[in-house]
């Protein structure tokens, strides 16, 4: 029989779990945990790290995992190495479910910034009103910039108060409409956007009404992707897995 570890915290991940579970296979989801309340799965959920590379051989080994999905966000690229590293040295069958990047359309006014330390760089000048899209991981790294006005979006209220001296904090679970949101920014005023390239229609509602709006996105590029098989949709994953060995169906 198989067991499938899927890497999750992602919209695909909750879908391919999903799929998984209606077609009777055995699967773990796992969580790196950054979520208090994460949405229920119909197959059992782990949440925290693994110990790096080899802690995660070590779970592979001792589950009896046969087939190893990476559907973590794009921007988690040490996740994603140790996931590829780990496959490999197990000879664990390993692919990886990542959504396309966002591509600018026309109206869209955007600049790019390599990383989040570019991103706080990008921000010197006079103040203004920024809506941090990123999560709750990096918003600290935006203190050094507190001229700004900030206005924040979480999914979970944190246990601590953000360093950013001048910020609004909205909590939230996506996702998000592009009516809504254009209410959020123009409720707020919002003259730019910070985000990273995530990907997907989770997200992308902001990116729609800053084009209606006229609002300045400073996007954040994805990190180099890990090597190995990609594709971008959950039913290509049920092929993979299909070709990739006796499912025991």
């Known amino acids: 029989m198989s067991h499938i570890l899927v890497l999750g915290g992602t919209t695909e991940a909750s879908a391919l779990v999903a799929s998984l579970a209606e077609r009777g296979l055995t699967a773990t989801l796992s969580y790196a945990g950054r979520v208090e309340r994460p949405k229920a799965q119909p197959v059992p959920v782990r949440i925290g790290g693994f110990g790096g590379i080899e802690g995660l051989e070590r779970y592979l080994r001792e589950h009896r995992v046969t087939h190893l999905v990476d559907a973590t966000h794009p921007f988690a690229a040490t996740m994603s190495a140790h996931a590829l590293a780990a496959a490999q040295n197990t000879a664990t069958p390993h692919i990886r479910l990542t959504r396309p990047p966002w591509q600018p359309a026309r109206g869209d006014r955007w600049q790019h910034a390599a990383d989040i330390e570019a991103a706080v760089s990008a921000l010197a000048g006079p103040p203004r009103r920024v809506m941090l899209a990123l999560g709750r991981m990096h918003v600290n790294a935006f203190a050094v910039q507190g001229q700004h006005h900030y206005l924040l ?38 003259d730019l956007i910070v985000c990273k390239n995530a990907g997907g229609t989770g997200a992308e509602a902001k990116l729609i009404a800053a084009r209606r709006l006229g609002v300045p996105v400073l996007m954040i590029d994805r990190p180099a992707p890990a090597r190995g098989k990609a594709v971008h949709h959950p039913g290509e994953v049920l092929r993979w897995l299909g070709h990739a060995a006796d499912l025991g169906v």
């Not at 246990?159 to 996506?174: N, W, Y």
């Open 153 to 190: 979006r979480f999914v979970d209220r944190p246990e601590q108060t953000p360093a950013l001296p001048d910020h609004h904090l909205v909590v939230d679970r996506g996702p998000f409409t592009a009516e809504a949101d254009t209410r959020l920014l123009r409720d707020h005023a919002i």
